[in-house]
């Protein structure tokens, strides 16, 4: 049974960081991709950052600059830095890994909250 966990949301001021983290647990085979995603309260969950197994990234315009994703193949972990952070960045952030199975299967973690807020 594969499960993502994920760490590291909170309350944060406009202005500052987070770093969050998410690791899989149990046997998953052949990651491809892993990355994070975002759902803010009446909004479509929109994807934030991804990279591949080579080290490419894509980032969604809003967070570009501000946003890093990071991955650790040997711990099957991918991060999230989150820097400058604004009120419009509030949401619920999920991870997620994509294996290269044909069909790819994808693995979601539970979610975590990241509240930016004065």
């Known amino acids: 049974q594969v499960q993502l966990v994920e760490s590291g949301g909170g309350l944060v001021q406009p202005g500052g960081s987070l770093r969050l983290s998410c690791a899989a647990s149990?046997?998953?085979?052949?990651?491809?991709?892993m990355g994070w995603y975002r759902q803010a309260p009446g909004k479509q969950r929109e994807l934030v950052a991804v990279?591949?197994?080579?080290?490419?990234?894509n980032y969604a315009d809003s967070v570009k600059g501000r946003f890093t994703i990071s991955r650790d193949n040997a711990k099957n972990t991918v991060y999230l830095q989150m820097n400058s952070l604004k009120p419009e960045d509030t949401a619920v952030y999920s991870c997620?890994?994509?294996?290269?199975?044909?069909?790819?299967?994808?693995?979601w973690g539970q979610g975590t909250q990241v509240t930016v807020s004065s």
């Open positions: 997620n890994f994509r294996n290269r199975f044909v069909p790819p299967r994808d693995y």
């Open positions: 990279i591949t197994s080579e080290g490419s990234t």
């Open positions: 149990g046997s998953i085979f052949r990651i491809n991709t």
